[in-house]
C-alpha cells in the first residue's frame, strides 16, 4: 500500500515537473547543464581588452579536463570560472595549479582568480547576464565581481 | 576452530550440527544491494540539499558542507520521532546507518528510549550514549591530523 502511493507521489511529482516548460534564463540551469557564457568586460570596453579576454577564455577552453569556462575581466582582477569534467575531479587542485602557471606565464600583466567551485560559476553567469540589462551600472557590476571574489576566498 | 571442535562433548557437537541445519543463511547481497540503494538515494538528498544552499543562498560549494550535514542530521531526526527512520533502518541497514543521517537517528532514538528516566537523568544523561563515541573519535581524529598538519607546514614539508 505504501509502495502504491509513493510510486503515485513520485508519477505526480515528474507529471508537474514536466508542466514547467517556461523560457528560463540560462543562469537557473547553470549548475546541470553547459552554458558557455560569452566572456565578460566590465571597464575599458577596448578593442584589445576584449581580445585579451577572448584569448584567455580560448586558452582555458583548450584544457581537455574542462567543459565550461566563464571569464570576468573587471579593472584590476580577472576571474576565471570553470567546471571540470566528472572523472577529473580527482585532480581538481592539479588542474588548478596546472590552469594558475599556464595564465600567469601567458599573462603577466593580469591578475587572476580561478574557482572550480559551482557558486562562482553560478555568479558569474548571473553577472554575465545582469550586464546585458543597460540599466546595470559599471559600478554595481564591479561591486559584484569584488564580492564574489571575496566570497571564492571565503573557506568556511 | 578445529581444537575448539575437539574440546566439545558429542552432545554439543551433534546440538551445533543441528543448529546449523536449521540456521538461516545471511542474505549478503540482498543486503548489500539494499545498503546501497538507500545509502544512494540518501546522499542524492544531501546533493540537492547542497544545491539548494549554493543556488538561493550564498554558499559555495565549500561553505554549503556544514548547513547540508545540519539540514540532514535535523531531517533524520524528525524522521526518527515521527518513527519512520526505525523502518528505513530495518529495511536498509548500513545503508542508513552510514551517512550522517544515521548520526541523528542514533542521538534521538537514544533520547525516545530513557524518556522515561526523566529529562536530566534519562534524556541529557542517555542522548549521547551511541553518539557520543562518534562526536569523540571525530574530535579526537581531528586533532590528531590537525596536528600532522602543522608539523609538516612548520617543517615545510607541505
Known amino acids: 500500500m505504501k509502495i502504491k502511493y509513493f510510486c503515485m507521489a513520485l508519477l505526480l511529482m515528474t507529471a508537474l515537473m514536466g508542466c514547467n516548460q517556461n523560457e528560463s534564463n540560462e543562469s537557473e540551469l547553470a549548475l546541470i547543464k553547459k552554458t558557455n557564457p560569452s566572456p565578460l568586460l566590465i571597464k575599458n570596453n577596448s578593442r584589445n581588452e576584449f581580445d585579451l579576454v577572448k584569448s584567455i577564455e580560448k586558452d582555458i577552453e583548450s584544457i581537455k579536463e574542462l567543459y565550461d569556462v566563464a571569464v570576468v575581466k573587471g579593472k584590476d582582477d580577472t576571474l576565471v570560472a570553470y567546471k571540470v569534467k566528472h572523472l577529473q575531479r580527482f585532480h581538481m587542485k592539479k588542474i588548478e595549479k596546472k590552469m594558475k602557471k599556464m595564465l600567469e606565464e601567458k599573462y603577466p600583466d593580469e591578475k587572476f582568480t580561478v574557482s572550480s567551485d559551482y557558486k562562482i560559476f553560478l555568479e558569474a553567469v548571473k553577472l554575465n547576464e545582469k550586464m546585458k540589462d543597460p540599466n546595470y551600472s559599471e559600478e554595481k557590476a564591479s561591486k559584484r565581481l569584488k564580492e564574489i571574489i571575496k566570497l571564492k576566498n571565503e573557506m568556511a | ?158
Not at chain 2, 48 to 64: G, P, R
Not at chain 2, 73 to 101: C, E, I, R
Open chain 2, 1 to 158: 576452530m578445529g581444537n575448539k571442535k575437539k574440546n566439545l562433548t558429542p552432545a554439543q557437537q551433534k546440538y551445533q550440527g543441528l543448529q546449523q541445519k536449521h540456521e538461516f543463511k545471511r542474505p549478503i547481497l540482498k543486503n548489500c544491494l539494499r545498503a546501497f540503494w538507500v545509502g544512494g538515494l540518501i546522499c542524492m538528498f544531501g546533493q540537492a540539499v547542497t544545491y539548494f544552499y549554493i543556488y538561493f543562498f550564498n554558499f559555495t560549494e565549500q561553505t554549503a558542507g556544514n548547513p547540508t550535514v545540519a539540514t540532514m542530521v535535523f531531517f533524520s531526526m524528525l524522521l526518527t520521532g515521527f518513527g519512520v527512520y526505525d523502518h528505513l533502518g530495518q529495511f536498509a541497514g548500513a545503508g542508513s546507518a552510514v551517512p550522517v543521517t544515521g548520526f541523528g537517528n542514533a542521538v534521538i532514538s537514544a533520547a525516545i528510549e530513557h524518556r522515561t528516566e526523566g529529562f536530566v537523568l534519562g534524556v541529557g544523561g542517555n542522548m549521547f550514549k551511541l553518539a557520543g563515541s562518534v562526536i569523540l573519535f571525530g574530535v579526537f581524529s581531528a586533532f590528531v591530523v590537525a596536528l600532522i598538519k602543522t608539523i609538516l607546514i612548520t617543517w615545510g614539508v607541505i
